[in-house]
């Protein structure tokens, strides 16, 4: 191949992943699923895993200048989140995207722009290092070649953001691509000599890195997943990793992977979860053949499983795919072995590359059938080891059954070679083209069949000026003081006019409900269903004015029903009329908000030696015994602010004399550190069934607290692994470029000495 062919076959795999990738982005911009809207059509899921990005909340972008409001960064990085619930660490330990570089933009950028910004920047990176990988191993029919791969990947990416809006598992699917591609790329199989001296390569290395980089800082249940997806693959190329990527490549990469994953076990294996909650609840595959008759997606499913798999597109036109997306072009697994049985006995690198490749496939579908049943098992720590959602090994399968493919059909010799056995022939004129009729009917089928076009809007976490001024006089939302609104399903998004969760909480409206998933070893909120998805929306059960009123929530939005839960509670518990706001909303008759005019101050008579320590849910009345209430000055506002400066928030307070303590409504943290205002002094902390309690300066019965953020050495790791991730990737692009600058010298030398 001669250099010139070679420079325009790199032109046409790059400009191949560029068309592809942004046409798929532009049209992802402009679809709506129906499983990820709400009635009005405003999609419920862009943010709704993303609100930790670690972007500050917003309260201003005047003159290109955001305004964090309770949020905590050390170097930029932010490390504590008050925006939402009672306090939380950043990142949470379901996906942790403030660990990203991408992190850096949140000053320039709202975070929605930088979630699109950076799910563009690693499909469009992906696919062209999936093309290069396929014109590694052959140019023949390369324009085809690369266009089938760039399309038929692109059913999972519309699946994670159009239908499901789940963009930061978008991100680790390309990583995946990534990552597989790597190990598929022709070096690991050329110039095998162990005299060579080691030299890296660009395509591996960047792949490597890039896609290490995504899934490390995504969702946790893919660490298993690529675990079996490489497990084979890593132990086959083993003896040529120092070839490839050479010493400093092997240096990068350990050291990324070390600063992203050991604090995320660390802080995993620490986390004490409520025994209210049960257990992550996993989803099975097709595959697993273990499970009973009655969860069968299909009949005979143990036969049927590999039809339904590999007709998978069909089958969701026709309404029998199941609930699940899992397919992976099971009927090019046929051609494939086809191939190899014809030239396994060449030993040549083709050769040798379908063999690793159907010991990866192995792996993948022993995981498949197996991991479920393990999981039902209960084996002590191996069962909580596997714990995730087994269907999506199909995504791993996909892509290394795709790429293999694609290398496959490009060796001419192979593809044009005639077999006189009938089998063979069936397979390469009837099979083969079946499998790329599906493979292309993928992605149309995820755009055509749940989705629908829609205005296109300006994606912003920004609410306008006039809008939080109508907030303010309808709702009696305040800036910095907490709120709750207590509805149904979309009831916040349609008062607001929000069409993201989240969204006010981003704009300087704190509020008690969150969705910090994954931290809950300090859940004094009612508990969700699931550990892992540690979130709190409030429902009509948590109307108690009570607890409203320790937490110091300002305002109550909630819907008034036939027995008036709510407001009989508000009325009960705030006798007087001088005690609360209570006013029908405008353009809303059947909603009320409340607003008390005297909030209470609770304090604790023991020392802090003997408090309960044992996080406790709020809402639980129980929960309340044994504290003194204490009122405050009427129409003084609410106890508890967020701080636009400096601080994290102030607390005023007052206390009998016989209190010890005074019970913060903040999640307790050993890295809050109290002082009194008025003082100056830096007061002692413990925890409370869950809360911050502060303990009471001697002779003082009423004051002012300021809370700052000490970080401890998690909080420092977690800064750290974010800028040693941007320094590996910086280190990584410099590398890449210097060798294309010695590459581009070294031709350039032999042509004048030629």
């Known amino acids: 191949m001669s250099r010139f062919s070679l420079d325009t076959d790199r032109l046409i795999s790059v400009l191949s992943a560029l068309v592809f990738g942004l046409a ?223 010493w400093v490549g092997i240096g990068l990469l350990t050291v990324l992977v070390s600063v992203l994953v050991i604090p995320q076990i660390i802080e995993l294996a620490n986390q004490q979860w409520n025994s209210a909650s049960v257990p992550h609840s996993s989803q099975k595959s097709l595959l697993d053949f273990f499970q009973s008759k009655d969860e069968w997606v299909y009949r005979f499913q143990p036969i049927s499983a590999f039809f339904a798999i590999s ?127 599906v493979g292309l009917l993928y992605p149309v089928v995820m755009v055509t069949k749940f989705m629908h076009l829609v205005d296109p809007r300006i994606i912003d976490d920004r609410i306008s000026v006039e809008k939080l001024l109508n907030l303010d006089d309808s709702l009696g939302l305040s800036q910095n003081v907490r709120h709750v609104f207590i509805g149904s399903i979309n009831f916040e998004n349609d008062l607001t006019g929000a069409y993201e969760e989240m969204e006010l909480q981003r704009a300087g409206y704190p509020s008690i409900q969150s969705f910090t998933y994954g931290r809950s070893s300090n859940n004094t909120l009612r508990n969700a269903e699931q550990s892992f998805r540690s979130f709190f929306d409030p429902s009509s059960l948590d109307c108690q004015p009570e607890v409203l009123d320790l937490l110091a929530v300002n305002a109550v939005v909630f819907e008034s029903t036939e027995d008036d839960v709510c407001s009989r509670n508000f009325k009960n518990y705030y ?59 009427p129409n003084s506002g609410a106890p508890f602010k967020l701080c636009e400066d400096k601080c994290v928030f102030t607390y005023r307070w007052s206390a009998p004399s016989s209190s010890m303590q005074v019970l913060v409504p903040e999640n307790y943290d050993k890295i809050i550190q109290i002082k009194d205002l008025s003082t100056g002094m830096k007061l002692k902390t413990a925890n409370y069934q869950g809360l911050l309690a502060v303990e009471i300066p001697s002779g003082v019965s009423s004051g002012m607290f300021e809370a700052t953020i000490k970080p401890d050495a998690m909080m420092w790791a977690r800064v750290s692994a974010t800028y040693i991730h941007t320094l590996i990737l910086l280190s990584t692009l410099i590398l890449i470029s210097v060798r294309g600058v010695r590459a581009r010298k070294e031709r350039s030398d032999a042509v004048i000495v030629a």
């Not at 209570?582 to 030696?609: C, D, H, M, N, Y």
């Open 24 to 246: 798929a982005f532009l049209l992802a911009l402009f679809l709506v699923s129906d499983k990820s809207t709400d009635p009005r059509g405003n999609s419920v899921g862009f943010s709704q895993t993303e609100q930790n990005l670690g972007v500050q909340y917003k309260n201003s972008w005047e003159d290109g200048r955001s305004l964090a409001v309770g949020i905590v960064k050390v170097f930029a990085i932010p490390v504590w989140d008050n925006g939402q619930g009672l306090g939380n660490r950043m990142p949470n330990l379901i996906t942790q995207p403030s660990q990203s570089p991408a992190i850096f933009l949140g000053t320039k950028l709202p975070v929605e722009y930088i979630v699109l910004l950076r799910n563009l920047f690693t499909m469009l990176v992906a696919l062209i290092i999936l093309n290069l990988t396929v014109l590694s191993w052959s140019s023949w029919q390369l324009t085809r070649r690369l266009a089938f791969v760039d399309i038929a990947l692109l059913g999972q990416y519309f699946l994670y953001t159009s239908i499901n809006g789940w963009y930061h598992q978008a991100d680790q699917f390309w990583g995946i691509c990534l990552i597989i591609s790597g190990f598929m790329h022709s070096s690991w199989y050329e110039n095998r000599s162990d005299d060579l001296k080691p030299r890296f390569s660009p395509v591996v290395l960047t792949a490597f890195v890039l896609g290490l980089g995504n899934l490390l800082v995504g969702h946790v249940l893919y660490f298993q997943i690529i675990f079996f997806a490489t497990v084979y693959l890593l132990a086959s190329h083993l003896a040529r990793v120092r070839h490839v990527l050479g």
């Open 311 to 437: 007709f998978q597109p069909i089958l969701r036109v026709m309404g029998d795919a199941g609930s699940r997306t899992e397919f992976f072009n099971f009927l090019f697994v046929p051609y494939l072995l086809v191939q190899y049985l014809k030239n396994r006995s060449s030993k040549s690198p083709m050769t040798q590359m379908l063999q690793h490749s159907f010991g990866a496939l192995l792996c993948l579908f022993f995981a498949a059938v197996f991991v479920g049943p393990i999981q039902r098992a209960n084996v002590f720590m191996i069962s909580k080891a596997l714990d995730f959602h087994v269907w999506q090994l199909s995504q791993p399968i996909l892509v290394l059954i795709t790429t293999t493919a694609m290398i496959v059909v490009g060796n001419r010799e192979w593809t044009e070679e005639r077999s006189r056995k009938n089998l063979a022939v069936f397979i390469h004129r009837f099979i083969l083209p079946l499998a790329l009729l």
């Open 575 to 633: 006798r007087s009329s001088d005690e609360i706001s209570l006013k029908r909303v405008v353009g809303a008759p059947s909603v009320l908000s409340v607003k008390p005019k005297q909030f209470s101050s609770w304090s604790i008579a023991s020392t802090p030696e003997s408090n309960l320590v044992e996080s406790c849910p709020l809402f639980e009345k129980d929960c309340l015994n044994g504290l003194t209430v204490t009122k405050l000055e």
